[in-house]
């Protein structure tokens, strides 16, 4: 089966650096998205990975390891408007896009 | 700006009523697009993929009667929502996926998403 796996509630402080983990089983795998999600609202691209390593984007970074199926997602610098969701999702072997359950972040003063 | 246009944003209609949801890709041809169903404080689940000129392919468990989708061109795909129950009231929102290197590097882009409430 397709499993995507991310915590479901995280806390941060404002001004601090959260990072958030996703672990993924797909059968193969074309890539890898973060979307952010506000309540009510369409979800809103962060990154993609395809290959190994870091890709920085501002105050947003986004890692992955195929081998381990293992990416995060890390916010530095964080502001009150980063209290979202946070979806991570893959493009599998058929092409499909698979979202994870997302981890509701709350940040606060 | 936008590069998926959905249609309607919210719809609010009386039980047994049919619902026609529309996806438009604005600066690209999409090859393919996707539809999702989100309940509240869940995530988005994929209901159906659709190649413009083939047939729809439905995940598990998604009454193809039911939810009827066309693509009938690069650019356009329709999700009809026949005889729509409360149980039906979800937020749908469509995706599209183009040439990855023709808009921004995402290979694919979300419309804004209708959020459909049967009374």
């Known amino acids: 089966g397709q499993n995507i796996d991310q915590p479901t509630e995280m806390t941060a402080t404002e001004g601090a650096i959260v990072q958030i983990n996703c672990t993924y089983q797909?059968?193969?795998?074309?890539?890898l998205f973060w979307y952010q999600q506000h309540a009510g609202e369409a979800p809103t691209f962060l990154s993609y990975?395809?290959?190994?390593g870091l890709e920085e984007k501002g105050r947003f970074s986004s890692f992955l390891s195929r081998s381990k199926g293992y990416s995060y997602l890390l916010l530095k610098e964080l502001q009150m408007k980063d209290s979202a969701s946070y979806l991570c999702?893959?493009?599998?072997?058929?092409?499909?896009?698979?979202f994870g359950a997302g981890t509701r972040l709350a940040v606060h003063p | 700006g936008a590069v998926v246009s959905q249609h309607p944003s919210r719809v609010i209609c009386k039980s047994g009523t049919s619902v026609k949801i529309e996806c438009r890709s604005l600066?690209?041809?999409?090859?393919?697009m996707f539809w999702y169903r989100q309940f509240p404080k869940q995530s988005l689940m994929l209901m159906a993929t659709s190649n413009e000129g083939s047939k729809a392919t439905y995940e598990q468990g998604v009454e193809k009667d039911k939810f009827l989708i066309n693509h009938a061109s690069l650019t356009l795909s329709t999700l009809t929502v026949t005889s729509a129950h409360p149980e039906d009231s979800s937020f749908y929102i469509c995706s599209a996926r183009g040439p990855a290197l023709e808009v921004s590097n995402q290979p694919q882009h979300f419309g804004d998403g209708t959020r459909l409430s049967i009374l």
């Open positions: 999702a893959v493009i599998d072997g058929y092409n499909k896009l698979i």
């Open positions: 600066d690209f041809q999409a090859t393919t």
């Open positions: 990975n395809v290959l190994d």
């Open positions: 797909t059968s193969g795998f074309n890539g």
